[in-house]
């Protein structure tokens, strides 16, 4: 059975997510840079979403680390570490998995624009509350990219690529039937060599 190496994976979708994950950071930090600047306050659904200003979070998602003296180093650094692992996977992800590709781009986007917060303000700007009640928490656009990135990655690991995990799409059934033929050829292969 041939050894396969690892190899760059660095085409057209790859050249597109790059351009639509400057555009999210961009996103990201123009609103939090208007949001600043007039003071922004209003409501987007009644109970669940609403936005408003001044609120600096210096930990981690739900404030966590948010005390701790050592939680800001920790926290970027562990960021810088995450994004070597992602921008390394993207590039190495085959291009016809365009789908996680998204969600990298995604997730990579948003961490980059908290990133640039705490290494420029020491804290992340949040403004978007959701939840209900008091159940919930103050987040932004760059928190939203993370989450819908993770979401669409554990979807794609679960039902659409060609490893997922319970094959739902056409693609992904035929991509497994395929390997499975392939091992159990290589198999049989080095049976009959054994055998020899």
């Given at each position: 059975m041939a050894n396969k190496k690892l190899k760059l994976h660095f085409g057209k979708v790859s050249i597109i997510l790059i351009f639509v994950c400057i555009a999210l950071i961009?996103?990201?930090?123009?609103?939090?840079?208007?949001?600043?600047?007039?003071?922004?306050?209003?409501?987007?659904?009644?109970?669940?979403?609403?936005?408003?200003?001044?609120?600096?979070?210096?930990?981690?998602?739900?404030?966590?680390?948010?005390?701790?003296?050592?939680?800001?180093?920790?926290?970027?650094?562990?960021?810088?570490?995450?994004?070597?692992?992602?921008?390394?996977?993207?590039?190495?992800?085959?291009?016809?998995?365009?789908?996680?590709?998204?969600?990298?781009?995604?997730?990579?986007?948003?961490?980059?624009?908290?990133?640039?917060?705490?290494?420029a303000f020491g804290y992340v700007r949040d403004f978007v509350w959701v939840g209900i009640g008091s159940f919930g928490a103050y987040c932004n656009f760059a928190d939203f990219f993370i989450v819908f990135g993770v979401i669409f990655a554990v979807v794609d690991f679960l039902f659409l690529n060609e490893w997922a995990l319970i094959p739902l799409t056409k693609h992904a059934k035929a991509a497994q039937a395929k390997n499975k033929e392939s091992s159990s050829s290589d198999g049989d292969g080095e049976q009959g060599d054994a055998g020899e």
């Open positions: 961009a996103v990201d930090l123009i609103l939090k840079h208007f949001e600043e600047a007039q003071d922004w306050q209003f409501t987007v659904i009644p109970g669940l979403i609403w936005v408003e200003h001044g609120h600096h979070n210096t930990g981690a998602a739900f404030s966590f680390l948010a005390g701790a003296e050592w939680g800001q180093t920790f926290l970027t650094v562990f960021t810088i570490i995450l994004l070597a692992a992602l921008i390394t996977a993207f590039v190495f992800i085959p291009e016809r998995a365009a789908f996680l590709k998204t969600a990298l781009a995604m997730i990579i986007a948003g961490a980059i624009g908290n990133l640039v917060d705490r290494a």
